[in-house]
């Protein structure tokens, strides 16, 4: 079964400054992929960026990546030049299977951004 | 990217009430998730829905629960006898493309 660790309960960071925000998994499964969401103090639920286990490059959308690095097992996201807008809870997941699959989420970590 | 709307955006029902959360997705979909999240805690998986039939449930899908598409558009997720416990904000998703999955805006389920 895949397990997905955030270990970072929050992160604070000042705005225009980089962070990074940390997710470990565990999977039996060869092929896989891993989910960045993040979660506003309004409760939905945002996609952010994913990345498939055989994806050569690290995934990048605008201000977001991911460093992956699969030898370590970990899929972290980096958020460049932070905004105030990015203060929000932020959610790793990964699917519990290929195709049309359920996700199975870290418990998240709380960024607050700074002016 | 796929929408989805939910409704209502909040409940408030007394324990042991039924309620029904509702989920329309703008375009037509065959595959239909519901997830749960209590307060302060991480997204958990409720049950799959694919082709009118349930194809996977987690352990908190218990006999409470249940799901329909009862006019070939809109999904729902029914609780026939609410708990305390059952406080929380329920989200619905569809599948988009790479496996990605699209979260409506959540309904906040408050059992008093």
């Known amino acids: 079964a895949q397990k997905i660790t955030q270990t970072q309960p929050g992160m604070f960071v000042q705005e225009k400054e980089a962070v990074t925000l940390d997710c470990t998994y565990d999977t039996s499964d060869q092929s896989y992929g891993l989910f960045w969401y993040k979660q506003p103090s309004s409760g939905e639920m945002i996609f952010l960026i994913y990345q498939g286990s055989y994806d050569e490059q690290n995934a990048t959308e605008g201000r977001y990546s991911l460093n992956f690095q699969k030898a370590r097992k970990s899929a972290n996201l980096v958020i460049s030049a932070s905004q105030l807008g990015d203060s929000a809870m932020y959610f790793c997941?990964?699917?519990?299977?290929?195709?049309?699959?359920?996700?199975?989420f870290g418990k998240g970590t709380m960024l607050l951004v700074s002016p | 990217e796929p929408e989805v709307t939910q409704t209502p955006s909040h409940q408030v029902t007394q324990m042991g009430q039924e309620v029904i959360l509702r989920c329309v997705p703008i375009s037509n979909h065959l595959y239909f998730y519901w997830y749960r999240q209590i307060l302060g805690q991480k997204v958990e998986f409720l049950v799959s829905f694919y082709n009118n039939e349930i194809s996977e449930k987690s352990e908190i899908f218990d006999d409470q629960f249940s799901v329909e598409r009862p006019d070939g558009s809109n999904f729902t997720l029914k609780i026939r006898s609410t708990k305390l416990e059952d406080s929380a904000m329920y989200f619905c998703a569809i599948p988009g493309s790479t496996d990605t999955q699209y979260f409506g805006p959540g309904t906040r389920l408050t059992v008093l």
């Open positions: 997941a990964m699917p519990r299977g290929s195709g049309y699959s359920t996700l199975t």
